[in-house]
């Protein structure tokens, strides 16, 4: 019997790998019948002698075999292990586990990308935050309001793994400090947002036109490490986004329609619509064209790239 894991979802193959070694070790305490093989430079005799072996003592094997075809340059070994995977027994249970996507390609990939046999784990999106959220606060006797929900996953971005550790951290600290409801501005003090939040909590305080706050997340951003014309694009995307959304609300869209249509995260979709509240519909495509202009003012030369962001700043939290 074989299986194939594979997928971008490093953190879900990891935790169904987990389960299947836990479940098989209740029968077998041991953990004699468990082989774990390095699919990198696997050869024919490493890969066969563990799965034809009968059991120790026990009615299974389990060998899991580790990124075989992503790593593996052996293409003859590769071949001929697709052409007698028939021949490996029932008494053992081959898990062939890939950190990403192989080539679809590749004759050993298109032999087990069968239904029944292969899953794979798609990359996390922000609805997989949430239900990881969910779950852990649910075993927990802390509570969690909606705005710090929608910003915890904003603040992750789709990072499974970051996201289960930001989840622990957040439960110890209320329960040390005798928390009862994690709100929003808990989830500001303790996680440092993903870039990408980071640049609308950027957006929201221009939009605000906060300019202080403006200033001083701009600057978090450079310190951070961030590039000034990456900081601009960024700003340019996030106009973009009310643009968008205005041109959706304007045909009088409601904001889960607009997230579905316009793919762009709910908890997004609502900060900008209160945004967009402070801005007409004239000055929002000013100030785009404004982008537009510092941008080119920028990569030709013409003004330093710190300078025109914060001079931007302080025209859109004036204006």
């Known amino acids: 019997m074989y299986y194939l894991f594979f997928g971008q979802d490093f953190y879900s193959i990891k935790k169904k790998v987990s389960a299947i070694k836990e479940k098989f070790l209740k029968s077998d305490p041991s953990a004699i019948n468990i082989s774990k093989l390095s699919g990198s430079e696997l050869k024919g ?30 293409d003859d070994f590769k071949k001929n292990l697709s052409k007698n995977l028939s021949k490996i027994p029932e008494t053992s249970l081959v898990f062939f586990i890939e950190d990403g996507s192989p080539d679809k390609r590749g004759v050993l990939f ?22 990881l959220l969910d779950q852990k606060i649910g075993e927990s006797d802390i509570k969690i309001s909606s705005d710090a929900r929608n910003k915890f996953i904003l603040y992750v971005g789709v990072d499974l793994y970051r996201a289960e550790n930001e989840i622990i951290k957040l439960i110890l600290y209320s329960k040390h400090e005798n928390i009862q409801t994690i709100e929003a501005s808990l989830i500001e ?5 993903e870039n ?5 909590d950027f957006i929201d305080a221009i939009g605000s036109k906060n300019r202080q706050k403006s200033v001083s997340l701009f600057n978090k951003l450079i310190e951070a490490g961030e590039n000034e014309l990456y900081i601009l694009s960024m700003i340019v995307y996030q106009f973009r986004n009310m643009m968008t959304i205005l041109s959706y609300l304007e045909r009088h869209a409601q904001a889960a329609e ?25 000055k929002l495509l ?9 941008d080119f003012a920028i990569k030709t030369g013409q003004i330093e790239p710190k300078l025109c962001i914060l001079m931007l700043i302080s025209d859109f939290c004036t204006s």
């Open 196 to 200: 990408n939040a980071g640049i609308f």
């Open 258 to 282: 607009i997230a579905k249509a316009g793919k762009i995260h709910p908890f997004v979709v609502q900060k900008t619509i209160g945004i967009l509240k402070k801005y007409s519909k004239e």
């Open 45 to 74: 005799d490493d890969f066969w002698a563990p799965v034809l072996a009968a059991p120790f003592l026990a009615t299974k094997r389990l060998i899991i075999v580790e990124n075989l075809l992503l790593e593996n340059k052996d």
């Open 189 to 193: 003090e303790m996680i440092r947002p």
């Open 286 to 294: 000013e100030n785009y064209i404004k982008l537009g202009d510092a």
């Open 110 to 131: 298109k032999s087990l990308n069968k239904p029944g046999i292969a899953q794979n784990f798609e990359l996390p999106t922000p609805n997989s935050i949430g239900k």
